[in-house]
């Protein structure tokens, strides 16, 4: 059974910093392109940042030199770093493990709130 357990959302004040992990089970973790994926109220889920297996980085242009996306196959985790937050960064964050040829899987998302 596949599973990604997201964490580390809450609530902080804008310029603050949080750090999301999303720890997955069931799957060949380090075979995966990782990704954050987030979706703000009355909108569109939206790619915020992927990893692929090999290590390379893909942010959205309202994130790059804010957010850092990394990975730990040792600990099947993979962790985004967001700093300088801002409120329109409010959004439930969600997690997804993509593999060409096998398919994909979320997780059950984290929220995150930035407001003071």
């Known amino acids: 059974q596949v599973q990604l357990v997201e964490g580390g959302g809450g609530l902080v004040q804008p310029g603050g910093s949080l750090r999301l992990s999303c720890a997955a089970s069931?799957?060949?973790?380090?075979?995966?392109?990782m990704g954050w994926y987030r979706q703000a109220p009355g909108k569109q889920r939206e790619l915020v940042t992927t990893i692929t297996s090999g290590g390379t980085t893909n942010y959205a242009d309202s994130v790059k030199g804010r957010f850092t996306i990394s990975r730990d196959n040792a600990k099947n985790t993979v962790y985004l770093q967001m700093n300088s937050l801002k409120p329109e960064d409010t959004a439930v964050y969600y997690c997804?493990?993509?593999?060409?040829?096998?398919?994909?899987?979320w997780g059950q998302g984290t929220q995150v709130t930035v407001s003071s």
């Open positions: 997804k493990a993509t593999r060409s040829g096998v398919g994909y899987y």
């Open positions: 069931g799957i060949s973790f380090s075979l995966y392109t």
